[in-house]
């Protein structure tokens, strides 16, 4: 995750310069963000700040700007992961005010909604992550084992996803569902160019490199929901 801040600079370089480049640690501290904030403030014309991060370390930049007392400072340019979403900046609006985030155009898959609730640990075995999900999404224990310790409840299996737990599409299926119909061509199309007369993979499809798939994947065109 990083973040930084950038000022207004010859044209040979577009305009745009980064004054400072920043890079969130692991399992970062609150001096953690208050550091970072004080290294964008030694750069005083660098007003605009470019966040790549998750909701909780944009929440800590926020507060830590907040308790520098520099609300008003930085104009916050976010990326998709912030998108529409209030969480980052809940009870922080007055810091995030004028804030210019990214939002990809998206839309509900028709389906996706019905598949998805209709999965039961018993339909879904061939996700080794799912049980885990169901664990946290249902608040409950699967087994003695579970990793998860903050409850002691059982889950009991009949749990439905929507009914017993809050449920909305997540924002990136379409663009997960695009990035297989994309490979899915790609390799299509390139096993009919190198392969016109083997049914499965042909030792020229085995032996090509990846970027010879890169330019595939480039070139693959659907239509799409």
């Not at 039961?120 to 080794?128: G, H, I, P, S």
């Not at 299996?157 to 994309?182: H, L, M």
């Amino acid at each position: 995750m990083v973040w930084g801040g950038v000022v207004r600079c010859g044209e040979s370089r577009g305009g745009i310069c980064i004054a400072q480049s920043l890079r969130i640690p692991h399992n970062p501290k609150p001096e953690d963000y208050d550091k970072g904030v004080q290294q964008l403030l030694e750069s005083p014309h660098a007003r605009a700040v470019i966040i790549f991060a998750s909701d909780e370390d944009i929440r800590g930049i926020l507060n830590a700007t907040k308790r520098a007392n520099q609300v008003g400072h930085f104009l916050w340019i976010g990326s998709d992961s912030w998108g529409a979403k209030s969480g980052p900046i809940h009870q922080l609006e007055d810091v995030a005010t004028g804030a210019i985030t990214i939002l990809p155009k998206r839309t509900s898959i028709r389906g996706f909604d019905e598949y998805f609730t209709g999965l039961t640990l018993a339909t879904n075995r061939r996700n080794v992550w799912f049980a885990e999900y169901w664990e946290e999404n249902f608040d409950c224990r699967l087994l003695s084992t579970s990793k998860k310790e903050d409850t002691s409840r059982k889950c009991t299996g009949q749990e439905r996803i929507g009914i017993d737990s809050k449920y909305e599409q997540e924002g990136k299926v379409q663009f997960v569902i695009d990035a297989v119909y994309a490979m899915a061509h790609a390799l299509h199309d390139m096993h009919r160019d190198l392969c016109t007369d083997h049914p499965t993979v042909c030792p020229l499809m085995e032996a090509a490199e990846g970027k010879t798939l890169l330019k595939y994947i480039r070139n693959a065109s659907f239509n799409g929901e």
